[in-house]
């Protein structure tokens, strides 16, 4: 009888885990689509203006965000293009 109570509460302790972790799996992933919706908003922003420099250091944040930490070559070739779309553009 007592093995019983204790198998109620490995199964109670391991559903809390898995409710948890779910929990945190989806705080973690809508609190990234928020960031790189903001990133996006900065590097769109960022093309609009003059400083090259700025929108490419703004341009490699938001895909790196979206690609969990890594640029593709890609990702630098996408960027290079928005680049040359920027008018009146410095270095």
């Known amino acids: 009888m007592h ?3 204790n198998n109620v ?4 302790f391991l559903c809390c ?3 948890g972790l779910w929990i945190w799996v989806i705080r973690n992933s809508i609190e990234t689509s928020k960031r790189a919706k903001h990133l996006e908003k900065e590097y769109r922003m960022a093309l609009l ?6 929108a490419l250091r ?4 938001y895909y790196s965000c979206i690609r ?3 640029l593709t070559i890609y990702d630098e070739q996408a ?3 928005d680049l040359t779309t920027m008018k009146n553009a410095t270095v």
């Open 3 to 5: 093995s019983d109570g």
């Open 9 to 12: 509460i490995l199964c109670l």
């Open 17 to 19: 885990a898995v409710v």
């Open 49 to 54: 203006g003059t400083d090259k420099g700025e």
């Open 58 to 61: 703004k341009g490699r944040l």
């Open 68 to 70: 969990k930490g890594s």
């Open 79 to 81: 960027i290079a293009n």
